[in-house]
T-cell receptor, first 115, second 113 residues
Framework: NAGVMQNPRHLVRRRGQEARLRCSPM?????VYWYRQLPEEGLKFMVY????????ESGMPKERFSAEFPKEGPSILRIQQVVRGDSAAYFC?????????????FGAGSRLTVL | TQLLEQSPQFLSIQEGENLTVYCNSS?????LQWYRQEPGEGPVLLVT?????EVKKLKRLTFQFGDARKDSSLHITAAQPGDTGLYLC?????????????FGKGTHLIIQP
């Protein structure tokens, strides 16, 4: 059974370029969460999606960041016009039930470096 | 904003010793989870505690949820090099919300052989 798959594992971008991070949830999971982890910081919630719906994007920066989870295919976190401060590890997690006692399974993360 | 403070931030001990790490908040959580994260990997869930005063054991690891559901501790007995990692606590918001999962900054644990 494949777990949560994230790619790319490592991504290098120059300032001003776009970064696209992909996440395929565990089989049977329909809820996807994106988190950002900065060095020496905890995981910060960004966005919670279900298929074709953004449920909670309270942690998303107002500009340049967007996320989607289409009917077919992986969830995508898109960062436009990247800046050095966007350098971080981005983790995706999935779950199969509504929040409450649900269990999140995390992927291995995508590490973005902005030069 | 609910905050989780973890202490100590860094801990390095010898194999075979015992240790306790803490997770504290001024807020009440409906449940609290502990994760371990190894370098280059995502966090892996160790345990969820739900009831105030609850104690759960996972082999050499003992987790306790405070009576008031504001704090938690993780005790490791006879630590082994394989216990090395970043230990994160995460509280689930008692006020609801789609996610409601707040993470602490973690305790970096190194067990030296």
């Amino acid at each position: 059974n494949a777990g949560v798959m994230q790619n790319p594992r490592h991504l290098v971008r120059r300032r001003g370029q776009e970064a696209r991070l992909r996440c395929s949830p565990m089989k049977g999971h329909s809820h996807v969460y994106w988190y950002r982890q900065l060095p020496e910081e905890g995981l910060k919630f960004m966005v919670y999606l279900q298929k074709e719906n953004i449920i909670d994007e309270s942690g998303m920066p107002k500009e340049r960041f967007s996320a989607e989870f289409p009917k077919e295919g992986p969830s995508i976190l898109r960062i436009q016009q990247v800046v050095r401060g966007d350098s971080a590890a981005y983790f995706c997690a999935s779950s199969g039930t509504l929040s409450g006692a649900n269990v999140l399974t995390f992927g291995a993360g995508s590490r973005l470096t902005v030069l | 904003t609910q905050l989780l403070e973890q202490s100590p931030q860094f801990l390095s001990i010898q194999e075979g010793e015992n240790l306790t790490v803490y997770c504290n908040s001024s807020s009440v959580f409906s449940s609290l989870q502990w994760y371990r994260q190894e370098p280059g990997e995502g966090p892996v869930l160790l345990v969820t505690v739900v009831t105030g005063g609850e104690v759960k054991k996972l082999k050499r690891l003992t987790f306790q949820f405070g009576d008031a559901r504001k704090d938690s501790s993780l005790h490791i007995t006879a630590a082994q090099p394989g216990d090395t990692g970043l230990y994160l606590c995460a509280g689930r918001n008692s006020g609801g919300g789609a996610d409601g999962l707040t993470f602490g900054k973690g305790t970096h644990l190194i067990i030296q052989p």
